[in-house]
């Protein structure tokens, strides 16, 4: 089979199952960790607080399912193809979390997240990626992973001093940046996997970062589900962050390449405003169901407020 054929035949359908996968996940996960006492920012305590709860740990299960479909896509194809794909679990989860409210998809959600996916997929399809995308480190990578390190702690001196849906933000937005460095890096394990066989991997230092940075990211994944009101808001923005920075380590990391022409460049300056746009009303219309939720029931618990349920006018 051709490389194209295996982007056709494996990597799109793994990333499209994942992507599902990982909705179902986060609108399942979402709504359990409103249900269990708040902790602060990556406090373990709230992983031991959700362990409990039989539903939270199938969906666990269900990110391993997702886990191992985007491994399998990234195995069969690049970096800069699988990742855009994944952003579909932004609708995938405000679907899922309609359905399990009972409750009709808020317009309005379902419009900012279409506009996020519209535009993450236009950005990275404009872009056209070239080049090695074999999952091989080629350049030096410390000015990329300081400017990453930079944004992580940014995100969590923000997540601390804000309140709302700024601070969800901020912690979705360092999780995606957790998240895009895992799967770049489980990219160069499938590599090695695929090259040396499935001990090749222990004699290198990416597999032991993966293990370090993949639950860190989990983690505060679990504690953005908690703070924020929309399972969309938050899966917008981590499927937002996640393939841009795989974008970059692959540019910057792996030796690939984009196309950078005038229209090119126009057009993903475009595709960005959308994909602002797109937060921007999922932000708006979080914080908008947050203020009518304590309105209505100022004395409820934070369990009691279900994410994507639309307000009752």
Known sequence: MTSG????VVAVPCALVGAASFGMAGAVQQRATKQVPDTRTLNPRLLLELVRKPIWVASVLTVIIGLSLQVVAL????LMLVQ??????????????AWMSGR???????AGALTCMAGLSAFLLLARPSGAGDGVIERRTLPLAIALG???LLCMLAASSFPGEIRVIALALGTGVLYGITAALMKVVTGQIRMGGIGEPFQHWVLYVVCVIGPFGFLLNQNAFQQGKLVSLVLAVITTVDPLVGVAIGIFWFGEHTVSTPAVLT???L????IIGGIAMLAHRGEYLRQEAERTTPGNPPGEIHGDDPARS
């Not at 009709?104 to 379902?110: K, S």
């Open 5 to 8: 054929g295996a982007w056709l």
């Open 150 to 152: 930079v944004v992580f």
């Open 84 to 97: 855009p794909l994944l952003v579909t679990s932004v609708l995938f989860g405000a679907l899922y979390a």
């Open 267 to 269: 057009g993903e300056a």
């Open 104 to 110: 009709r998809l808020d317009r309005i959600v379902m």
């Open 75 to 78: 195995a069969f194809g690049p």
């Open 271 to 274: 595709a960005g405003v959308a």
